[in-house]
């Protein structure tokens, strides 16, 4: 059996096809990177949005059970957010406000960002009925 050898049109266009892999990866790379940090940026958002409703919940929970008051709500809510999410939510602020029928807390905080130069927001809200006993 022979072994034939390429022809010069093969080696032709092995030599033009030379350093085309390192082009494809200096084009797709950058749009690989960026997909992945759009995708590690909304999950941080996702999580940090989620501490944030889970402590303005809590909060309000303790503002408006029987005896609560604004106070209580805003510590129970920062205490959440020291338990859980210290690391997810950057520079957090609870508020509270309760009236005669509800109470609400507000939970506002940045999200951690992978994007350089971008800081988002987050703001949540729970509002609960003011617990209160009533006789028949």
């Not at 084009?27 to 992945?36: C, R």
């Amino acid at each position: 059996m022979s072994r034939s050898k390429p022809g010069k049109s093969t080696d032709r266009r092995r030599r033009d096809q030379r350093g085309s892999v390192s082009i494809e990866l200096v084009i797709l790379l950058p749009a690989l990177f960026a997909v992945l940090f759009v995708g590690m940026q909304a999950a941080l958002f996702y999580h940090a949005r989620t501490v944030a409703i889970a402590a303005a919940q809590e909060g309000a929970r303790a503002a408006g059970a029987e005896g609560g008051s604004e106070s209580r709500g805003v510590n129970a809510a920062e205490d959440f957010i020291a338990d859980v999410g210290d690391d997810v939510l950057q520079g957090p602020t609870a508020a509270a406000a309760r009236t005669a029928t509800t109470a609400t807390v507000v939970i506002e905080a940045r999200s951690l960002s992978v994007i350089p130069g971008w800081n988002p927001t987050i703001r949540q809200s729970a509002t609960v009925p003011i617990e209160r006993l009533t006789t028949p």
